[in-house]
């Protein structure tokens, strides 16, 4: 997988001399035919190649390793008592750094209530539709969002009382949350926007968090991600909410030290878990459980550019993440889903 939006602090998904070269690596890497592999824990072994391929390499071949380990049942390989699926926080709009031309703010998302996971599945499709009609594009993210061209603020107002008329009809709890993404934005010190009203602004510091919370406010927010740039660790933790979710993605980067940094700040409440940020399953797992010891709550991420890959959905449950972003539309991001669901009906 790879991001269209990617963490400075993340680890490189492939060195300079690129994939071919890494293939060949992994043709030529005989320590391994010596290695045995019968637990999770014996992914360390492999930790050793980290520098040389990079992120991707290794991820690819541990979820190789730990299909083979598990016979195909990761999740039940890793904890066969696993009962809770995580909650699906579907991206229904969506610009930045997905689209060409659009709105400035990166995803728009649903975080739904419903009673089992394959509610809450269903409850996403039906809301998103329902919001492609309302717009009237046909035009999508590489995510599979829709992509309007309007302003910022005229997109959430849109969302947000599509969600509201929908989750009345449906008659169960949907809520919006926010990717911001907004180490996209941050540039020569000011947080720049092309149409966040309708037209250009550049915001400092104080502005952008009095935008955040007022959207917050005005919106009702369940989920915030990203609201300031990546290195931000005082400005997350001033934003005003009594029940959001205040997530880190950029601003941790699936790194034990950084989440540490963000727990000393007060930052977050909740960070993003992408395994090829971390650079492998070990040190991803690391950061899970830090999270899960201090509360922080944890969100298993897809990336922009995604796989037919299915793993995150295995972790997802193995590892009682509370929620996932896997996208809504697009068969590498149903793949996941469908997955969960195949998952919560075996439990």
Not at 245 to 250: F, K, T
Not at 260 to 265: Q, S, V
Request: hydrophobic fraction near 40%; glycine fraction near 6%.
């Amino acid at each position: 997988p790879s991001g269209a939006s990617v963490g400075s602090h993340e680890v490189p998904a492939f060195p300079k001399q690129g994939v071919d070269f890494c293939i060949d690596f992994l043709r030529s890497f005989h320590e391994i035919e010596s290695m045995s592999f019968r637990d999770f824990d014996d992914l360390r072994k492999i930790e050793q190649i980290l520098p040389t391929v990079g992120a991707n390499t290794v991820i690819a071949l541990e979820y190789a390793l730990l299909k083979a380990m598990s016979k195909g049942d990761v999740w039940r390989f890793l904890n066969p008592s696993a009962k809770k699926l995580p909650t699906p926080l579907g991206n229904c709009v969506g610009g930045g750094a997905h689209v060409k031309r659009g709105i400035d703010i990166q995803e728009i998302l649903l975080v739904p209530e419903g009673k089992d996971f394959y509610e809450s599945y269903f409850v996403n499709k039906y809301i998103y539709n329902k919001i492609g009609k309302s717009f009237n594009i046909k035009n999508k993210t590489d995510e599979g969002a829709w992509a309007p061209i309007t302003s910022d603020i005229n997109a959430l107002t849109k969302v947000f009382d599509v969600v509201k008329d929908s989750a009345n009809t449906l008659n169960m709890k949907v809520r919006i949350g926010i990717d911001w993404a907004a180490s996209e934005l941050w540039q020569q010190n000011a947080y720049r926007y092309k149409n966040l009203r309708g037209t250009q602004q550049n915001l400092t510091r104080q502005q952008q968090l009095k935008l955040i919370n007022e959207v917050v406010s005005t919106f009702k927010l369940k989920y915030l991600e990203d609201p300031f740039e990546e290195n931000s660790f005082e400005e997350f933790s001033k934003v005003k909410s009594s029940d959001a979710l205040i997530c880190g993605d950029d601003l941790v980067c699936t790194d034990l030290a950084r989440l540490k940094e963000a727990i000393k700040y007060k930052s977050v409440n909740c960070i993003i878990i992408k395994p090829n940020q971390a650079g492998s399953l070990i040190r991803t797992k690391e950061v899970v459980d830090f999270a899960a010891k201090k509360g922080i709550a944890t969100v298993i991420s897809h990336r922009s550019g995604e796989t037919m890959d299915n793993t995150i959905a295995h972790l997802a449950v193995a590892w009682n993440i509370p929620y996932i972003k896997t996208g809504i539309f697009g068969d590498e991001r149903q793949v996941k889903l469908k997955e969960l669901i195949k998952i919560e009906k075996e439990i």
